[in-house]
């Protein structure tokens, strides 16, 4: 969490309250998480976070703002993550998997109870709400990124790929929560290879249809992706 931290009276220092912040920040993640934000109230948050009712209102004006900063929280996790990915060099289509493998592994982890983000989302339905605002923000920032990534193999239907991404992500996660967590994995992967590989076919497409000054071929229906997992 970036900023400077605000000395509390009594405390002499800055230091105790930023670790207060910082662990009603912890325990709201794991209860908004596990058992839904609307839920858990601001009582047992300040019980579980060892705080007083005043070091919470004073870092958060209310139970939906902790809410915000929580999603906030979670955004941020993903953007270094992913940031890590990009710093090693990677090409993108290593990144992409990547990604994709850390999706796996999330959803095959012990307490895994679905994407934060859609959890968040269908908690918070209006979409003038601060927490749904910042959920929409979030995968903004996912969709442009994953389309930066299609569009360093090749701009052509970039954008089309970003969005076919993230549905894959999308239905993985719920059903990795609401089925049989492998099995939503190795599909994920195999559509997400599936998908670099028509991908990549058309940047090759693409490229010939430039060296030789002809245009591009009309797309064509690739039918030969499998999709379900080994044995299915």
Not at 59 to 72: C, M, P
Not at 137 to 162: M, N, P, S
Request: hydrophobic share 40%; charged share 20%; glycine share 10%.
């Amino acid at each position: 969490m970036g900023g400077m931290a605000h000395t509390e009276a009594g405390t002499g220092t800055g230091r105790r309250v930023s670790e207060a912040r910082e662990r009603l920040l912890r325990t709201a993640g794991q209860l908004f998480y596990a058992e839904g934000i609307h839920k858990v109230g601001v009582d047992r948050l300040v019980v579980e976070s060892k705080v007083t009712n005043a070091t919470f209102y004073r870092h958060f004006r209310s139970k939906e703002d902790l809410a915000v900063a929580y999603i906030g929280s979670v955004d941020q996790a993903i953007r270094t993550q992913i940031g890590s990915l990009m710093a090693a060099d990677a090409p993108a289509d290593g990144i992409l998997r990547g990604i994709g493998a850390s999706l796996v592994e999330q959803i095959r982890s012990p307490g895994y109870r679905g994407c934060a983000f859609l959890n968040a989302a269908a908690e918070f339905p209006d979409p003038d709400h601060p927490v749904h605002r910042a959920v929409v923000q979030h995968r903004a920032w996912f969709q442009q990124t994953i389309t930066g990534l299609f569009a360093d193999i090749t701009v052509a239907e970039a954008e089309h790929a970003g969005r076919h991404f993230v549905m894959l992500r999308d239905g993985a996660m719920s059903a990795g929560y609401l089925g049989d967590p492998v099995l939503a994995g190795e599909t994920l992967l195999r559509g997400i290879d599936g998908l670099l590989r028509i991908h990549t076919a058309r940047g090759l497409d693409e490229h010939a249809a430039s060296a030789s000054g002809q245009a591009s071929p009309a797309a064509t229906t690739v039918s030969d992706i499998d999709c379900a997992p080994p044995n299915a």
